[in-house]
């Protein structure tokens, strides 16, 4: 026991020592103002400005509400450890709030409105961090993680904003975003899962990753539909498909009776295809010798 908690310490010892060291090592990230320049301004209808980009964010109020109660009502999800109600909880909130925070800054972009935009998905994504260290490491250091991880990425956020006037530093937030982007595929790919279903783990990273090259092509994607519709648009129709594939594998999984990995699995599924395939040429060869013979 006392072996498991230094190895845990280490852990975080570890995180820490790499964090300050890329803090120092790496040069800041500054917000460009050209961000808030958006390729959509139209003001289509009641008034709205920047119409479809706000109104784009709905479908994330609709989803974090449908999946904050199916956390409560009935144990629809099936979920019998306390850190995973609290962590699914905590993300389905921050999904929720991602509706508010990013509509009210998409009605007038500037650096003191993209904080309500960023803060929500950042609870999301600390949040999903922790429930992916319960799923795959360890229940406990999962459950005492949600808050270290959550307000981690609050001050990620409060660091950049505090800091705008003396640093202007995107550093801590970058790092808090693009992590676990990088991170939960190839946790999911590479460590045994407690439950079934993990391939929507990655339809919802596949999902986030065409909402980031959506957000860089704003203006191009923008030009392609003939000032239809925006990049941006679609990256927050795009990015609303995280929380839906991430719903659907909740609704549908149970636990898994053989620990096995997407790796594993995707392995043994291929070294299955190379029998088949060997025994099919077999097949046919010892029928071509025969239909010789005759």
């Known amino acids: 026991m006392e072996e498991e908690r230094k190895k845990k310490l280490y852990g975080w010892g570890a995180a820490v020592v790499i964090f300050v060291v890329l803090m120092i090592v790496t040069p800041a990230i500054p917000q460009s103002q050209e961000y808030h320049d958006f390729a959509d301004h139209r003001c289509l209808f009641l ?45 389905f909130l921050g999904v929720a709030a991602v509706a508010f925070g990013s509509s009210y800054y998409h009605l007038k972009p500037n650096d003191a409105r993209l904080v309500w935009d960023r803060l929500p998905m950042t609870i999301a994504f600390t949040s999903i961090m922790a429930i992916f260290i319960i799923e795959r490491i360890d229940e406990k250091t999962g459950t005492t993680s949600i808050i270290p991880l959550v307000v981690a990425g609050i001050l990620s956020i409060l660091y950049w904003r505090q800091a705008y006037h003396f640093f202007d530093d995107l550093r801590p937030y970058a790092l808090v975003q693009f992590v676990p982007c990088i991170v939960i595929p190839l946790m999911a790919i590479l460590m045994p899962p407690m439950y079934t279903h993990s391939s929507y783990w990655l339809w919802a990273a596949a999902f986030y990753l065409i909402a980031k090259v959506e957000e860089a092509e704003d203006k191009v994607i923008y030009k392609w539909t003939h000032h239809v519709v925006s990049g941006h648009t679609l990256k927050h129709l795009c990015a609303a498909m995280v929380p839906v594939f991430l719903t659907i594998m909740l609704a549908k999984r149970s636990i898994e009776p053989e620990r096995k990995s997407l790796f594993q699995a995707w392995r043994i599924y291929w070294i299955e295809v190379k029998e088949s395939r060997g025994k099919t040429e077999s097949l046919n060869c010892e029928y071509s010798v025969v239909t010789t013979s005759e």
């Open 47 to 91: 008034g709205i400005p920047n119409t479809l980009n706000v109104i784009s964010n709905f479908p994330f109020l609709v989803v974090g509400i449908v999946g904050l109660i199916l956390c409560y009502h009935g144990n629809y999800f099936r979920l019998s450890l306390q850190g995973e109600l609290w962590g699914w909880s905590i993300f």
